[in-house]
């Protein structure tokens, strides 16, 4: 076909699809706006007051009849300085170049709202974006880092993909989208000692047990602008045995310029503003055989291996069940190759855990139970073939059909 005619047919469309806006915006009543768009940034964010958004891409949506009139601007500095346009309501985006990612190195900032255009008059209107996401700086003392020689610390607000941290890790700021609907957060460390003993923690944090503030705020999800720091300080007796982990939260809200503290749930109150999961009910529950979850046995032991057994309930279905691992390095490094050191760890119900199935048996998506059971072949590779001495923590992270999750660790001391 000649080339020339492609063109031109390409050309006439073009002009047709233009003469057929022009016509729309004639046969419609008319109005203009004169969009302006800023930024408010959390006063926690001292150094970010002063935001540029002359980046952020802009978008106008019809709504409604206008549900076919849009219109973009890759940054907010290429506005017109008005927009002649139907008269009606559309939907106004503002953002921060790129996509709101569940974990950034930087806020994210983000502004919608609907406006409705007037026939005959100029429409001025300046969409404020704010943070949507959440500030996250975690405090180990200099004290934590002496008395303990690994640690493993998570942050889980329900959803499949917790925040991990260990030892190596870059502890720089993280700016964490919560999940939607976010009420709380757990924090959850397993640590070893210098002297080899392995520590569990686990606590909970509500928004709206904090000690003060919390009446002036209307929403009561982590929906973005707050900036929480959580602090890591080892418990020590008087004889300087370490006994436990102290983690103590505190949140500053968006615009506001004092931190408060974040008291445990079990201290606070709660908030249920849709109906949920109840205790007894939709709630995953992990239980350990025994209540027992900590194990000590000889490096080189064949037989007599203590009976170990997690069970799981999945009143809605099981989505995933993850197994990650901390403990010595060479244990660490076996179970890199199988992706058991990263995030959430391994999914034992997903395809990349089939190579398991020959050594114990996996969950499937969709069930309601589940047992885990450290039989002899497993104990083996733990003790003596190959065997690997030291600490080993497991922690097992269940998460249903509805997203929440809960979490347990078990520890296997391997003594030499």
Known sequence: MNKSFIIACGLLLGLSACDKATDYLKSTSQGTLALNVGAQAPTSLTRANDISTADFPVSIEGQGELAEWTRSYDKASNL???????????????????????????????????????????????????????????????????????????????????????????????????????????????????????????????????????????????SGGESITIRFEPAVDPNGYVTGIGVTANIVFDNFDEAVDIELQDEGGSVDPEPGPTPGGDEITVTFKDGKNQFTVPYMMTTGFPEVQVDFAFPTGLQNLYVSVAGSEDFEFACSLMGLTEGDGLDLAGSEAGALSDLFALPTVGATTYSFTLNETLWSLLTCAPGYPGVQTFTLKAVDKNGTSKSGSLTITITE
């Open 80 to 222: 017109p300085t008005s927009i002649l346009m139907p008269a009606g309501k559309y939907l106004i985006t503002a953002h921060t170049p790129g996509e709101l990612l569940r974990q950034m190195s930087a806020p994210y900032y983000l502004g919608s709202e609907e406006v409705e255009i007037m026939e005959g008059v100029t429409n001025r209107k300046e969409i404020v974006c704010t943070m949507a996401n959440s500030r996250i700086r975690l405090e180990l003392t200099d004290n934590f880092k002496a008395q303990f020689q690994s640690w493993t610390i998570t942050i889980d607000d329900g959803s499949a993909q917790a925040l991990s941290y260990n030892k190596t890790s870059d502890y720089s700021d993280t700016f964490l989208r919560f999940a939607d609907k976010t009420l709380s957060f757990t924090v959850n460390v397993t640590a070893i000692t210098t002297d080899g003993n392995s520590i569990y923690s686990s606590n909970t944090y509500t928004k709206n047990s904090s000690t003060e503030g919390y009446m002036d705020i209307e929403d009561p999800y982590f």
